[in-house]
């Protein structure tokens, strides 16, 4: 498969990026092809909403999405959506990243597969509930089909997912696509 990571955390020894990390290490030894793409290092404008593209045709906006991203993701057999939680969201990063989508929104509605690892500080399960929900939305609403959902709570700062066995889940899903 062709696959497509797209990370939300800008802090370099991030815990999402971590195992992103991983998820690659797995995939990429499954024999799959990953493409990354850190949201919080490449510049990508905010969708204004212009509709020049008609939500299937050009974007205004000649960025790191237009010219690194969008050819990648309209090939993709699967995507990763890899974020910490933000105040229950994905991150203004990869949130930017998503709206983006809109420009190719009828190429996007093909068949493809999907998955989701996040971590987040707290440990209740319920506060996980409105981004697990977003994400599985947007899966619903362009027809793909999950392969997979990480969930790491208690997860605060930088780095502390090592030993937490989420970057082992996150290794193991990439393999075993
Ligand atoms: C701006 C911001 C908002 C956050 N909001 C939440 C939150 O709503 N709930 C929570 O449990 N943790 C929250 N956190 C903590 C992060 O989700 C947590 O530190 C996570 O491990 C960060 O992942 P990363 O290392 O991949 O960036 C927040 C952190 C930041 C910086």
Redesign the pocket.
């Known amino acids: 498969m062709k696959i497509v990571v797209l990370?939300?955390?800008?802090?370099a020894?991030?815990?999402?990026?971590?195992?992103a990390d991983e998820f690659t290490r797995g995939a990429t030894e499954a024999g799959h092809e990953v493409f990354r793409f850190d949201t919080a290092k490449s510049d990508v404008h905010p969708c204004t909403g212009c509709n020049h593209c008609g939500m299937n045709g050009p974007c205004v906006f000649n960025d790191d999405f237009t010219v690194k991203l969008r050819p990648k993701l309209t090939e993709a057999d699967l995507i990763v959506f890899?974020?910490?939680?933000?105040?229950?969201?994905f991150?203004a990063q990869l949130k930017a990243t998503i709206d983006r989508f809109y420009a190719l929104n009828g190429a996007l509605h093909v068949k493809k597969k999907c998955a989701f690892l996040?971590?987040?500080?707290?440990?209740?399960k319920k506060?996980a509930e409105a981004m697990t929900a977003h994400y599985r939305t947007i899966a619903d609403y362009m027809g793909w089909e999950n392969v997979g959902t990480i969930i790491?709570?208690g997860?605060?700062?930088?780095?502390?997912?090592k030993g937490s066995g989420y970057e082992k889940k996150a290794y193991e899903l990439g393999k075993s696509l």
């Not at 996040?118 to 209740?124: D, I």
């Not at 997860?155 to 997912?161: D, E, K, L, M, R």
Request: charged letters at 5%; one cysteine or more; a neutral charge.
């Open positions: 990370t939300g955390s800008p802090r020894n991030g815990n999402t990026n971590l195992m890899c974020s910490p939680m933000y105040y229950f969201g991150s996040m971590a987040y500080a707290n440990t209740s506060d790491a709570p997860i605060w700062t930088a780095g502390s997912i």
